[in-house]
């Protein structure tokens, strides 16, 4: 019997297998967008029961790694002792309650209850994306449990989903607060959506691009609310938490040195999954951690400037999806990010979905060409392929020279390309709103 189903087991514990699987079907569904109601119940439903069964499997006979250290950071708190002596903790205070709820359980049963929660939380994701473009855009997505199959197949499935499932990621809980808070903008809450934004600050860099929108709008009762909330939730004093900060940051730069885990370098032993523009301009052939830091900063300061720019054209612009379909694909950049990160583009590629739909001609195929690059960069290659070809680039001359500025760093060419698509195809005209 275990013959039988062990090549099955393998494919449903194969990232990269299922998420070229499930890419084709996804883009498949989203380029023809043929489904009927019940084939799209039957397709979530399926989505459902492969995903939980592939959980089951997965934990019978693997752990989070990941987890592992969150666990063992949060026994470290309830036991006084310094929750940054250990390298690997480079979350920033706020992390730390989470951390030290994961510790109140064992190991195992601490682990499975966060992956049963993660799976929960993308598909809850989805549907409060749907919910948020649903008030921007009315009737531009189904909202139904079962409603955009396609987008539900191409992100529960992805790379980036079963990856961050398996490590015990974080980034379902992050995606997942952001889009909680930009329902609450969406809503005029603009309080809420600042503290909604404290809990995802456990990766404070997806965070930032979504305190651009309060920025550009002086809506100051966000920025109040995330400030009260992010000193609050550490339970610390204002002093320990600056010096929480600065362990913090100490543990970041120890942990990117030749060699180690956030080494962007080909050198580095992790860096197949990695994103952002330090590891892009790497792959440019920049050289120098100086050097490609004040590019980084050069850059990052001129998509700050264009988000606030966007933003700002009026006190809120009419197609708000936009700019925060906008706002998700750029975050992908900002500073360290790593494949598992790009769920985020959940909304994004709901947003395109629907503007495909009410478009035809040149904007409709623009929609759909973004649509497909969310798609392809949720599904970047991870493992030892990367790794392989990275290495070979290394010694192969201008073939390994156009692999190394092409291939290895192609999510983040299609993320400045769908970047710049949305702001090209610019808000969506009043009158295919009403249809």
């Given at each position: ?261 956030n080494d962007y370098t080909f050198a580095g032993p992790f860096h197949d999954d990695m994103l952002g523009l330090e590891r892009w301009l790497y792959c440019l052939g920049v050289r120098g951690p100086a050097l490609i830091g004040a590019i980084q900063f ?100 201008v073939a390994g020279r156009l692999v190394q500025v092409l291939v290895l760093p192609y999510p983040v060419w299609l993320l400045m390309a769908s970047a710049a698509t949305i702001v090209a195809l610019g808000p969506e005209p009043a009158e295919r709103l009403s249809d």
């Open positions: 019997m275990d013959n039988v189903f062990s090549p099955l087991t393998r494919a449903l514990l194969h990232n990269n297998l299922l998420g070229l699987l499930a890419g084709v079907l996804a883009i498949s569904l989203l380029l023809t967008n043929r489904v009927r109601s019940r084939g799209e119940k039957w397709v979530t439903a399926a989505v459902w029961l492969l995903v939980a069964c592939r959980g089951a499997i997965f934990l019978s006979s693997a752990e989070c790694w990941d987890f592992r250290v969150f666990h063992s950071i949060g026994r470290a708190f309830w036991s006084g002792t310094d929750v940054y002596a250990d390298v690997m903790m480079q979350s920033p205070p706020t992390a730390v309650p989470l951390f030290a709820l994961f510790a109140l359980a064992p190991l195992w049963a601490a682990s499975a209850a966060w992956f049963a929660f993660n799976l929960a939380a993308l598909f809850g994701l989805v549907a409060i994306a749907k919910r948020v473009l649903a008030t921007l855009q009315p009737g531009s997505v189904s909202t139904a449990w079962h409603g955009e199959a396609g987008v539900s197949v191409a992100v529960v499935l992805s790379v980036a989903s079963t990856w961050g499932l398996d490590a015990g990621q974080l980034s379902a809980w992050t995606t997942l607060w952001i889009y909680l808070a930009l329902l609450a903008h969406a809503s005029g809450r603009a309080a809420t959506a600042g503290f909604c934004l404290a809990p995802a600050s456990v990766k404070i860099a997806t965070v930032l691009p979504f305190l651009i929108p309060s920025l550009a709008w002086r809506q100051w009762r966000t920025w109040a609310a995330f400030g009260v909330a992010v000193i609050a939730l550490p339970m610390a004093w204002p002093s320990d938490l600056m010096s929480m900060a600065a362990k913090e940051l100490r543990n970041i730069a120890a942990a990117r040195q030749p060699g180690l885990v050069a850059l990052l300061a001129a998509i700050t400037a264009l988000l606030v720019w966007r933003f700002s054209r009026r006190r809120q612009p009419a197609d708000v999806a936009q700019l925060f379909a906008l706002s998700c694909t750029l975050s992908c950049l900002f500073l360290y990010h790593r494949l598992y990160d790009t769920i985020i583009l959940a909304l994004p590629l709901l947003y395109c979905a629907a503007g495909a739909r009410r478009s035809g001609g040149v904007r409709r195929m623009a929609y759909l060409a973004v649509a497909v690059s969310f798609v392809l960069v949720m599904n970047f290659p991870r493992g030892w392929r990367m790794w392989t070809l990275a290495e070979w680039s290394v010694h192969a001359g």
